[in-house]
């Protein structure tokens, strides 16, 4: 059932936003507002899609709660991606974070008291009027009291410091917004389309460039498999919470002197545990089978994710989903079966440790996303990834033992099996491998992240080139051949995991993003 209007707001301001939602209501507006119109049982994220999508326009509450809640910016993302008319309301004289610029750069606002007075209810009736072509029981109030839309703010969202006027003549790129769907629109949305493709392409080469290295090491010395996983942890935590503190103090336009925590809970320590399996798990299963072998068996993780996401938290399956299933696990045969031909017997166990490092980096992106707001700036994210990472180093540390004694041998101290040349090596791959990567990743999905399922696509075919880079390099440095039909397998592996992606990618516009981070 549509509604007039779906009231966006933060849950420290319900009581406010109840009581602008019985006064409209008391008007004839038909108001959609959650928690109250969630049906029972069903989905909280499917009920606020389907109501915004449905509703004739978005009352965005602006505030300062509301400028630090990520489910107020999805709200307006959605509102914004379904063309609905959004009317920001401030009710406390806050101006929109850097968040909502992008979605409210041409909209004036409504600046209201906390509650309303009877003259601004008019004022917001009128307006939803207008806006939302619905019709309120508003016979008795004279139109010449409220203004039209280009006079509801004092000020626009610009640098300017008038207020925008009809008779004011604009140029185009001040009245089009970034995200018009215009002619001059596509100018701009065509080199980040294209800018994000070539980013996520990058990271592949780095990431894949760091499996080889990882290869080159672990191959000669089985024994420093926890070696390397510490170095490459280590730096990469210390370089992400380093350059998390240099973006805050570079970006942040008042920077306060309250530092970022982590959240150290259980979910945070289980989402670690299972991020130090993934790359413990992959490191020995590199001593064993080639890089791009792990790579290929690591990457199904996207199999895994989404088939966590459908039975855990019970998600739609995308439309593409189970035949792209179907072309990457046929892929990833096709690359493997043909090269382990000639192998040692171990190769098994270092399929089935391939395996096991993508089953655990899929356990990990579930528990790491599956619940919970992650932080929505990027020298949060990164302080916190970082502090995770190190979390992680010192989490498989158990696991290492018990590799080392019914295994591998050596030494059961950490740093004391590995030569100096291959832990400079390895340090340096986990800066570049892992936090240049990180941050390459992270730049590909927001260049990308509203610009339809075209980008979605993109960005997948760009991450998909992992396995084909760790095979190139691996080629070229290492001399591993690579047969007509691995090759074969490679087509039908980026074909799958395009398709497969590019549902999680497109999900993600509704739900928290999936985390993306190189083992």
């Known amino acids: 059932m549509s509604r007039d209007v779906f009231i966006s707001h933060s849950s420290d301001d319900k009581d406010i936003a109840q009581n602008i939602c019985a006064e409209l209501e008391e008007r004839g507006i038909d108001v959609w507002i959650a928690p109250r119109d969630i049906p029972a049982g069903r989905p909280w994220d499917e009920a606020i899609i389907d109501a915004i999508q449905s509703a004739n326009g978005v009352l965005f509450l602006l505030s300062e709660n509301a400028n630090q809640s990520k489910q107020t910016k999805r709200e307006v993302q959605i509102a914004d991606e379904s063309d609905k008319p959004i009317i920001p309301v401030t009710i406390d004289g806050s101006e929109p974070s850097e968040r909502f610029k992008y979605y409210l750069a041409t909209i004036q606002w409504i600046e ?6 009877e003259t601004e209810y008019e ?15 508003t016979s008795e109030i004279a139109s010449e009291e409220f203004p039209s839309s280009s006079d509801w ?3 626009p969202y610009g640098d300017s410091d008038e207020t925008a006027s009809p008779e004011v ?13 215009q002619d001059s629109g596509i ?40 070696d390397i996983a510490v170095l490459k942890y280590v ?29 150290l809970n259980n979910r945070f320590m289980t989402a670690a545990f299972f991020k130090g399996i993934n790359t413990y798990s992959w490191i020995l299963a590199s001593t064993l089978i080639p890089a791009g072998f792990v790579a290929t068996l690591e990457n199904l993780h996207v199999v895994w994710t989404s088939l966590l996401l459908i039975i855990v938290f019970a998600r739609d399956i995308p439309g593409t989903w189970f035949g792209g299933a179907v072309i990457v696990v046929t892929g990833a045969a096709l690359i493997t079966e ?78 004391t099996e590995i030569p100096p040349l291959h832990a400079i090596v ?16 992270n730049e590909a999905l927001s260049l990308t992240r509203n610009l339809g399922r075209i980008s979605s696509l993109l960005v997948a075919i760009g991450l998909s080139f992992a396995v084909p880079f760790t095979m190139v390099v691996e080629f070229f440095v290492l001399d591993v051949s690579v047969s007509s039909i691995q090759m074969i397998g490679v087509v039908l592996f980026i074909a799958g995991f395009t398709a497969v992606r590019a549902g999680i990618l497109e999900r993600s516009k509704e739900e928290p993003e999936p985390t993306e981070q190189p083992g």
């Not at 350059?243 to 970022?260: A, D, L, M, N, T």
């Open 112 to 117: 209201v008291e906390a509650p309303p007075t």
């Open 123 to 137: 004022i917001i009736t009128r307006a939803i009027s207008t806006e939302c072509d619905v019709e309120p029981d």
């Open 153 to 155: 703010g004092s000020l």
């Open 169 to 181: 003549e604009k140029s185009p790129s001040e009245e089009i917004p970034l995200s018009s769907k």
């Open 187 to 226: 100018q701009i949305w065509v080199p980040r389309l294209y800018l994000g493709f070539g980013i996520a392409l990058l990271s592949a080469l780095t990431w894949g460039t760091g499996n080889v290295v990882t290869r080159w090491t672990a191959a000669q010395l089985p024994r420093t498999s926890f």
């Open 235 to 263: 730096l990469a935590g210390i370089f992400l919470i380093i350059s998390g503190f240099i973006i805050k103090q570079r970006h942040e336009e008042q920077p306060s002197g309250v530092s970022y925590r982590p959240k």
């Open 338 to 415: 043909v090269g382990v031909q000639g192998l040692a017997s171990l190769s098994e166990v270092g399929l089935l440790l391939a395996v096991v490092s993508g089953v655990a980096f899929a356990l990990f992106t579930v528990i790491w996303t599956g619940e919970g707001e992650r932080p929505d700036k990027l020298w949060e994210r990164s302080i916190e990834m970082g502090v995770l990472l190190l979390t992680a180093a010192i989490a498989i540390y158990p696991l290492h033992i018990l590799v080392s004694q019914f295994w591998l041998g050596g030494s059961l101290l950490p740093l």
């Open 426 to 441: 390895q340090a340096i791959n986990g800066l570049i491998g892992i936090g240049v990567t990180y941050f390459l990743m």
